[in-house]
C-alpha cells in the first residue's frame, strides 16, 4: 500500500561495503554476514584485491553490528581505494511494488541531488547511470526490472537508483556512494537512504536541492565517503577500453552471443577481453590485432 507513513528506523537494509587489503577469506564474519569473495576490487597495482562484505537484512538498531566488522576488518589492514564503492539497499516491505512506480518518479526528480549529497566519483558513475524517462514509459507497459535496468554495459545496467533490486529481492538499491570502511561515514549514507526511502513512501514531496533535501530529511549534509580521484595508469586503461569497444564489439558478440564487453586490458600477448553473458559468467578470450583483423590467441577459463 502506497503511501503509508512509515518511520525509518523500522525499515530493514543491507549495505554492501567493497575494500581493498585485508584477508577476506578468514575474516571472522557474525552470524549472517556474506564475504563475497568473487566480488573482488583493484589496488593500486592493478591487481585483484579485497571482496565486498555485506551483512543480512538488519535494523537501524542493529548498527553496532556494522561496527564490529568494520572493527575487525580495519585491524586486517583493510582499506578502501577509487575501485571501491558502497551500495544501501532498502526494504520495501511496507508498501510493497506500490512503491516502485512512485520511487521511479522520485529518481527522476531527486537522483541528481542524492547523487551531489553523496559526492559520486566521476569514474564511478559507469556503476551508477541515471533513470530516464523513457525507463518510466517501459514500466508503466512492462512492470518488470528489465524495465528499470540501463542499456550498456554490464557495469552500467544497474542505475544510481536501482528499482531493479526489487524484483530481485524486494529492495530498492542506492548505489552513488564512495567506498569507505569509516562507521560515521557508512553511517550517514544509510541514514540518508532510509529517511529518503521513507519520505518517498510516506508521499512527500521534496526540494530537488541537494542541502534543502537534507534538510528536509533531517539527514547529515556532510560526513559522506570523500570522492577519491583514480590513478594515471588506469584513466589511461579506461581511455583504451573506450576506444576499443565499439571496435571489438562485433566480435565479442560473435564469440558469445548475447553477450556484452565487460572490460577490456592490455596483456602480455595481446588484448584480453572480458564478455559477460546474462547471468553474470564471464567468458575471457585474448585476441590479438593484424593489419586487416583480430586473432583469437586463446581463451581463458
Known amino acids: ?39 573482488r576490487q583493484i589496488d593500486e597495482s592493478g591487481t585483484e584485491s579485497g571482496s565486498e562484505l555485506k551483512p543480512p537484512p538488519i535494523l537501524w538498531a542493529d548498527r553496532e553490528q556494522i561496527q564490529t566488522t568494520l572493527t575487525r576488518l580495519q585491524e586486517q589492514g583493510a582499506t578502501v581505494n577509487w575501485s571501491c564503492g558502497l551500495h544501501v539497499h532498502i526494504g520495501l516491505e511496507p508498501w510493497g511494488e506500490d512503491a516502485v512506480l512512485p520511487l521511479v518518479d522520485a529518481a ?12 559520486t566519483s566521476e569514474h564511478r558513475l559507469l556503476f551508477c547511470p541515471p533513470v530516464t524517462p523513457e525507463m518510466r514509459e ?46 560515521d561515514e557508512i553511517l550517514h549514507t544509510i541514514e540518508l ?42 584513466q589511461e586503461r579506461c581511455w583504451l577500453e573506450e576506444s576499443l569497444i565499439p571496435i ?15 572490460h577490456i586490458l592490455p596483456v602480455q600477448n595481446g588484448i584480453l577481453v572480458a564478455i559477460e553473458k546474462s547471468g553474470g559468467k564471464l567468458f575471457k578470450y585474448v585476441l590479438r590485432p593484424s593489419d586487416k583483423s583480430w586473432t583469437v590467441v586463446c581463451q581463458i577459463e
Not at 554492501?16 to 564474519?29: A, D, H, N, V
Not at 526490472?145 to 542505475?159: E, F, M
Not at 571489438?248 to 558478440?253: G, M, R, V
Request: glycine letters at 10%.
Open 1 to 39: 500500500m502506497w503511501p503509508k507513513l512509515v518511520d525509518w528506523k523500522d525499515l530493514r537494509f543491507g549495505v554492501e561495503i567493497e575494500f581493498i587489503g585485508g584477508s577476506p577469506e578468514s575474516l571472522e564474519l557474525l552470524p549472517g554476514w556474506v564475504m563475497s569473495l568473487d566480488e
Open 108 to 119: 527522476l526528480e531527486y537522483q541528481q541531488a542524492i547523487q551531489a549529497l553523496l559526492n
Open 138 to 183: 517501459n514500466f508503466m507497459t512492462n512492470k518488470g526490472a528489465d524495465a528499470v535496468l540501463h542499456r550498456g554495459r554490464p557495469q552500467s545496467h544497474r542505475c544510481g537508483i536501482n528499482l531493479a533490486a526489487w524484483f530481485d529481492m524486494g529492495t530498492v538499491e542506492i548505489r552513488y556512494a564512495n567506498g569507505s570502511v569509516s562507521y
Open 193 to 234: 537512504c532510509l529517511r529518503f526511502v521513507a519520505a518517498i513512501g510516506a508521499g512527500r514531496k521534496l526540494s530537488a536541492d541537494p542541502r534543502s533535501l537534507a534538510l528536509e530529511l533531517e539527514a547529515p549534509i556532510q560526513g559522506y565517503p570523500a570522492a577519491i580521484p583514480i590513478p594515471q595508469w588506469y
Open 248 to 262: 571489438l564489439t562485433p566480435l565479442a558478440t560473435a564469440l558469445v552471443p548475447g553477450g556484452e564487453i565487460h
